[in-house]
């Protein structure tokens, strides 16, 4: 046998990229829930909002330090790539890249740089009721109100993306027979000889996500105080 064409069920996504992965997730959609019931639950929504930016802080410097396929060298591509695997994509033919697709690599990264700017722009803005950012008194009035309007409408952004990524989570399903979804959740998939992660560098991560929090929690911790203070009861 061809040692360089067979197929094994290899580690690929490490764990601490998939629990970022589903961590976004359940943060994006609760953000949502939370705002959508507006006031009586913006105590979970603040808490949801500084939860995704650590998350995206520990994911930008996982693609530095992480095994081989979180890495954004592994799977940003140039232009030539990006377009030959579009053209690609209404072939039958299974995808034979290992980690994230030329295009979907690009659809991650702009997932975690927009979740990360929504909730970096959260710090900022308030609904002149009862939620303020804990920066909010650092800018104007009319800076905050810009800002919500771009928090909203990053929102709407994120909500696009979504959509795309799990559409082609179900295209690769049925046109090309590959079930992606498993991988994200064991890590394991099909993948030629060699091409596998030792293991997840879990002391590494460990490191990372509690300066990450540490860093989050002096953030929220020593902004200064907002000048709507006596508004909180």
Known sequence: MNTANRTDRALIWDLPLRLVHWGLALCVVGSWVTAELATDYMDWHMPLG???????CFRLIWGFVGPKHARFGSFLKGPARVWAHARALLSPQP???????????WVALALILLIGAQAGIGLFITDDVLFYGPYNGAVSSGTAGALAGWHHTLFDAICVLVLVHVGAVIWYAWRKGQNLAPAMVTGRKPAPAGEGIAGSMLWRALLIAVAVAAAVTALVQLAPPLPMADYYF
Not at 95 to 105: E, F, I, M, Q, R
Request: net charge negative; proline share 6%; no cysteine.
């Open 50 to 56: 500084y939860t995704s930016l650590g998350l995206v």
């Open 95 to 105: 995808a034979s890249d290992v980690g994230h697709t030329p295009l979907g690599g």
